[in-house]
C-alpha cells in the first residue's frame, strides 16, 4: 500500500517534469543538468508528499486505534452492564424463592396445625365415645336391679329412679358413698358406688336422669 502509494507520487512528478520540454540542441548540457536538477527536485517533492502521506496514514492509524480503544471500552462497560443486570436478576430469584420457600413453610405450618386440630377432634370424639360407652358399661352394673331403664324398684325396696334430677341422682349416690343417705338397705348401694369416682357418679346420673 505504502509502496504503491511511493510509486505513482514519484511517477506523477517524472511525467510532469519530464513531460513536453522544448528541446534545445545548443545548450545540451545545460539543459541536461537543469532537467536532472528539476527532477531532483521533483523527486524531492515526491519525497516530501511520500512523508506526508506517511505522516496522514499514521494519522489514520492512530483514529483507528482511538476508535478500537473506545469500542474496547464500550464493550467492557456493556459487559458490565450486562453483568449487573444478571446480578439484579440472581437477587430477584433469590428473593423470590425465598418468598416461595416462607410460603411452602407457611403451608406446612397450616397444614400441621389443621392435622393437630383434626387429631385432637378425634381424640376428643374418641374420648366422648369411650365416655359413653363407659356409661353404657357402668349402667350394665346397675341395670340388674333398677331395670334396663330404671324403671324398676331396686330389689323391691328403692324408688323408681327413672325421671329424676341429675343433681338429686348425684346427692345420692354420694352419699351411699359416704355414708349420709339411704334407707334400710343402703349397705347394698354402699357396694355398688364404692368403687365409681366423682366423674363417673356424675356420668351415671346424668344417664340415668335421661332414661
Ligand atoms: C343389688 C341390687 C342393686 C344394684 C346392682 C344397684 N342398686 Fe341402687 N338401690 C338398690 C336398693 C336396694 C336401693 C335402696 C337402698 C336404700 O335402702 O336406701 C337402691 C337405691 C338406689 C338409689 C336411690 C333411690 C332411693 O330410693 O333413694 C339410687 C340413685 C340408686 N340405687 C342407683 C343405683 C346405681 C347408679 C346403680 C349402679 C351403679 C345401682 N343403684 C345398683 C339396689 C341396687
Redesign the pocket.
Known sequence: MKKLIITSVVAAGLFTACGNKPEDTKHETTTHEQKVQEHKEVVKKAVEKVQEHKEIVKQEVAKVAQKVEAKKEEVKQEVAKVAQKVEAKKEEVKQEVAKVAQTVETKKEEVKQEVAKVTQAVETKKEEAKASIDVNK??A??A???GMNAEKK??G???V?KG?EVAK?EK??HG?KDGS??????G??KG??MK?DDAQITA??KH?SSL
Open positions: 357402668l349402667y352394673a346397675c340388674g336391679c333398677h331396686a330389689l325396696q328403692s324408688a329412679i329424676w341422682l345420692a349416690l351411699y343417705y339411704g334407707g334400710a338397705m343402703k347394698v348401694m355398688q358406688v365409681l351415671l346420673a340415668i
